[in-house]
């Protein structure tokens, strides 16, 4: 029996489609740079947005209506809610999913219980996943919301909430690869700090790599070959996490050697709240070979919490793609919705109006965005302003075959530099030529 019995498979109907249940971007076949969108995004649906969010806001409790769900914490409830989420996936031809343990699985208070619990969850799921050709984009475990993990998980000052947490991320390890997931992800939602006056973050730090460390060698012992990742957020639900930007995370890895390991899971919503941009911290990702995969969403230019909405703004959206292109594509990461209805959206068919948008959103920025770069006059503007680097002087300093006398000498004989004008203005209209 459906779950969503008045929804069709969504399809490509094109533009002039006035069909709210139809695709007008988003044609997954349509090849764009080279590879069909299906391949150029590698959409992935977030399980605990759309199966767990009940879309409770700091002032007021869940709306969204879940007529499958029974809201007990038992595995029969779980596995029925695997089957609403796999009708999801297939009607939306969503290919990814992304879970933390406890939402496709119940904490049960007692980790072989709950282990157990995941065992029987993951079957169900990787039969689910062989029926309908649907693929785990990455797995996590979720260790910010049990009490245990209120001062933190690896950085918790006691030694045995790490060691519970660590113990939970081999279950949840066990299960990614179980399920032939490509990735494995750590957000460290309490991996920080409410106030100085009570932590030792040296010795927090050294314990999160420590931690990591531990997960990567786990990974040989049972031969996990998906690609690790880190999530930067700069708060909440703590004051500061330390995995606060994608410079941040770098700093860490590469002290903690762990740059071989890792690459970033990088969140718009996130990047907004450290004061970035999702351009500024795609583009220090990139610079250090270290983009994994993107949580899309977007935040809320008036509210100042992570409200992961779904992304709907084509500007943000082109440039995502713009550097996604740039990279070469995904390999092993996607995009995952890591993102949300509003508290009024509280229908079923709102999960699909949700992402419909998101996806038709993406595939304009990847239209525009290859429109761009085929285009190349924002890239031979950009070669161009930094020319003087090719020859002369500037080919001397980046080659660091000149001296400062020398460049002194240079200098004095040469006097004073001209600048060309940066256009700003010209080069905003001309991406506005292309939206
Ligand atoms: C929270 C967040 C997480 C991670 C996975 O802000 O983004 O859901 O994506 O733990
Ligand atoms: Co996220």
Redesign the pocket.
């Known amino acids: 029996m459906p779950f969503f019995p008045d929804i069709p498979k969504i399809q490509f109907e094109g533009p002039k489609s006035k069909n709210p249940f139809a695709f007008k971007q988003y044609n997954p076949d349509e090849v764009i740079a080279g590879k069909s969108m299906r391949e150029q995004f590698r959409f992935a649906a977030a399980y ?1 947005h759309v199966m767990r969010n009940g879309l409770a806001d700091p002032f007021g409790g869940p709306t969204a209506l879940m007529p499958w769900d029974d809201q007990s914490n038992s595995v029969d409830n779980a596995l029925k809610r695997a089957d609403v989420f796999f009708e999801f996936i297939n009607k939306m031809d969503i290919d990814y999913y992304c879970w ?1 343990d406890r939402d496709i699985s119940p904490e049960l208070n007692d980790l072989s219980k709950s282990n157990a619990a995941l065992e029987k969850v993951t079957d169900h799921l990787l039969g689910l996943q062989k029926e309908h050709g649907k693929k785990l984009l990455w797995g ?1 475990a979720c260790l910010f919301a049990h009490p245990r993990y209120s001062q933190g998980a690896g950085t918790s000052p006691s030694a045995e909430v790490f060691a519970y947490g660590a113990a939970q991320i081999k279950a949840a390890m066990d299960a990614t690869m179980k399920l032939g997931g490509e990735g494995y ?1 750590f ?1 460290g ?1 309490r991996e920080g700090y409410s106030t100085l006056l009570n932590t030792d973050m040296k010795r927090e730090l050294d314990h999160l790599a420590a931690l990591l460390h531990l997960a990567v060698d786990y990974a040989k012992t049972i031969d996990f070959k998906g690609q690790f990742y880190i ?1 930067p ?1 700069p708060r909440e639900p703590s004051t500061h996490q330390y995995d606060s930007d994608s410079a941040a995370c770098l700093n860490f890895l590469r002290q903690y050697d762990l740059m071989d390991h890792f690459k970033l899971n990088l ?1 718009t919503n ?1 990047a907004t709240l450290a004061g970035h941009t999702m351009l500024h911290e795609m583009t220090v990702a990139i610079d250090a070979n270290a983009l994994g995969s993107v ?1 899309a969403n977007q935040g809320d230019e008036l509210i100042g919490w ?1 409200t992961d909405q779904f992304p709907t703004d084509i500007y943000l959206t082109t440039s995502i793609m713009m550097k996604v292109l740039e990279m070469g594509g995904f390999t092993t990461g996607g995009l995952n919705f ?1 993102a949300k209805r509003r508290r009024e959206s509280h229908d079923p068919s709102d999960l699909f109006h949700a992402h419909i948008g998101g996806m038709d959103a993406f595939a304009r920025g990847l239209k525009i965005a290859a429109a761009i770069r085929e285009d190349g006059r924002l890239q031979n503007f950009v070669d161009k302003r930094y020319e003087s680097w090719n020859s002369g002087i500037g080919a001397k300093i980046e080659s660091k075959s000149i001296s400062l006398a020398q460049i002194n000498d240079h200098v004095l004989a040469t006097g004073e530099p001209t600048l060309t004008s940066g256009r700003q203005e010209m080069l905003e209209n001309l991406i506005n030529d292309f939206i």
């Open positions: 605990w933390h996590t992800t957000w939602g999530e957020k969140e996130h949580d992570d890591d």
